[in-house]
Nanobody, 123 residues
């Protein structure tokens, strides 16, 4: 599976961005998917996850109520709508796919990773 993350950019605090993660090479309709983020000073951090059907989602406390994860299995694509962005949301955002999963907040539960897209929130 190849994952291509896109949609990052520079935005002012309070603004919004929508990230996309397009999968190719294998269908994702039987997989769990997730978003993680990383800065140079921190380990990779869980942001949000979604199960195969989209019926179950989990969010990190730091983004709950501001971010929304979704997926369109027909398009082999996952999304992350980010609203009310804060400077502390600045990071490289990675998408991931897992076919045999454990805890979806654990990076080791995922089998494939995208290359990352930079999100920068200015104050």
């Amino acid at each position: 599976v190849q994952l291509q993350a896109s949609g990052g950019g520079l935005v002012q605090a309070g603004g919004s961005l929508r990230l996309s993660c397009a999968a190719s090479g294998r269908a994702i309709n039987n997989s769990a998917m997730g978003w993680f983020r990383q800065t140079p000073r921190k380990e990779r951090e869980f942001v949000a996850s979604i199960n195969w059907s989209g019926g179950s989602t989990v969010y990190a406390n730091s983004v709950k109520g501001r971010f929304t994860i979704s997926r369109d299995n027909a398009k082999n694509t996952m999304y992350l709508q980010m609203n009310s962005l804060k400077p502390e949301d600045t990071a490289v955002y990675y998408c991931a796919v897992g076919y045999v999963t454990g805890f979806l907040s654990d990076p080791s539960s995922y089998d494939y990773w995208g290359q990352g897209t930079q999100v920068t929130v200015s104050s």
